[in-house]
């Protein structure tokens, strides 16, 4: 499996990016496609996942309103992210069972 992510980028508060991650490979509905992100000198967080068929989401409180995760039926998973503030600056990782991408970096200015 491999996971690749883009759409990172420098944005202002108050900004929107939107992340792709284009997953292939061997890929079983047991497993959900997700999104962590990990800010300079922390440790990476959770930050949504939905379900293989996109039935469910949960998002972590702190983007919750904000962000929004979807999947289209070739496999990429987007994180539509709104309203962007400088705190949610950090690396963002593709997430799928134990599998991670290389990551694409969210900088949002103040």
């Known amino acids: 499996v491999q996971l690749v992510e883009s759409g990172g980028g420098l944005v202002q508060a108050g900004g929107s990016l939107r992340l792709s991650c284009k997953a292939s490979?061997?890929?079983?509905?047991?497993?959900?496609l997700g999104w962590f992100r990990q800010a300079p000198g922390k440790e990476r967080e959770f930050v949504a996942v939905?379900?293989?068929?996109?039935?469910?989401t949960e998002y972590a409180d702190s983007v919750k309103g904000r962000f929004t995760i979807s999947r289209d039926n070739k496999n990429t998973l987007y994180l539509q992210m709104n309203s962007l503030e400088p705190e949610d600056t950090a690396v963002y990782y593709c997430n799928y069972y134990y599998y991670w991408g290389k990551g694409t970096l969210v900088t949002v200015s103040s």
């Open positions: 939905g379900s293989w068929n996109g039935d469910s």
């Open positions: 490979g061997s890929l079983f509905a047991n497993y959900a």
